[in-house]
């Protein structure tokens, strides 16, 4: 039986600035199959989801010898897509984690994580949703299987009622595609009571690429030139160049500072400074310090 829970290591990517913290998934491959997502690069089938053998016997084992780090739940996969309404393997770990006393962090882009605040509430616990667009359409073509936008921005405002500590991350922002309207996203969020945002800019791979171009075929040729003409590669991933991406990521820093959020990026290296004193993956708002293990 091998571990599930491992600590992160995003594919040794080079700008990553996340604490330590292990990462787990209860689940194998996602089903929203986002066009840009990068987990088909690395898991076979990443789209056609399945839960993972005994993940809960191997969990419940993990957690009797591990360091309490805190654990992203989930990072190449979403812990709340439909099948997780039969199968309930995320409310279990959950249950599994909090009892054990481990911090969490849980990143998703569904609504049905309200599901669970009667757990959200007994554990030190930040939820991060993913919110790319306040449009319907957009969201529509490119995020295929993921609740809309409305939807989870009235779960973000759920959790925040019931005094969930609850951040968004704005993640990926794609030139051409989803940075205008940025300002009234971050507007949005200020109105329902959202302290910290994370964004950052879509780092293309071959296939992902492909996919977005495919939803968007009208802005084939200008993503082309951004990403393969004027971008660059760092680690295994395209970028956009760094004026770009500093212009795009300030548009937001802006709007966060002038609603009074604090703001980080997520693989940007130094091309803007964050906005407050935070961590990119909001582990700063766990009760939880590294020097307490
Ligand atoms: S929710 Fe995340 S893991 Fe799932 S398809 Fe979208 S980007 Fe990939």
Redesign the pocket.
């Known amino acids: 039986m091998g571990r599930v829970l491992n600590r992160f290591d995003p594919w040794r990517g080079k700008l990553c600035t996340c604490p330590p913290k292990y990462s787990y998934s209860p689940y194998v491959g996602?089903?929203?199959?986002?066009r840009?997502?990068?987990?088909t690069a690395y898991i076979k089938d990443?789209?056609k989801p399945r839960p993972k053998k005994r993940v809960i016997d191997r969990l419940l084992r993990d957690v009797q010898f591990l360091p309490k780090l805190p654990v992203a739940v989930?990072t190449?996969?979403?812990p709340y897509m439909p099948m997780e309404r039969r199968f309930e393997l995320t409310r279990r770990s959950l249950e599994v984690l909090v009892r054990f006393g481990f911090p969490i962090l849980i990143v998703t882009?569904s609504s049905m994580v309200v599901r669970d605040i009667d757990i959200l509430r007994r554990g030190d616990i930040v939820v991060s949703i993913?919110i790319t667009t306040v449009s319907g359409e957009v969201a529509r073509r490119l995020?295929p299987?993921?609740p809309s936008p409305e939807e989870r921005l009235k779960a973000v405002k759920i959790l925040l009622e019931n005094r969930i500590k609850t951040t968004v991350r704005i993640d990926p922002l794609i030139p051409s595609i989803n940075v205008e309207g940025v300002e009234k996203l971050v507007r949005r969020l200020s109105e329902i009571g959202v302290g910290h945002i994370t964004s950052s800019t879509y780092k293309a791979k071959r296939d992902s690429f492909h996919r977005v171009v495919e939803a968007f075929p009208e802005k084939e040729d200008i993503l082309h030139k951004f990403y393969w003409g004027r971008g660059r590669w760092i680690g295994r991933s395209r970028y956009l160049e760094d004026e770009m991406r500093r212009n795009i990521l300030k548009r937001v820093r802006e709007a966060c500072s002038e609603n009074g959020m604090s703001f980080a990026t997520c693989r940007e290296g130094n091309v803007i400074e964050w906005l407050g004193r935070c961590s990119c993956d909001s582990s700063h708002l766990l009760s939880w310090r590294l020097e307490s293990i």
């Open positions: 996602c089903s929203h199959a986002c840009y997502c990068y987990i990443a789209f989930s190449s996969s979403e882009k993913t995020e299987g993921a």
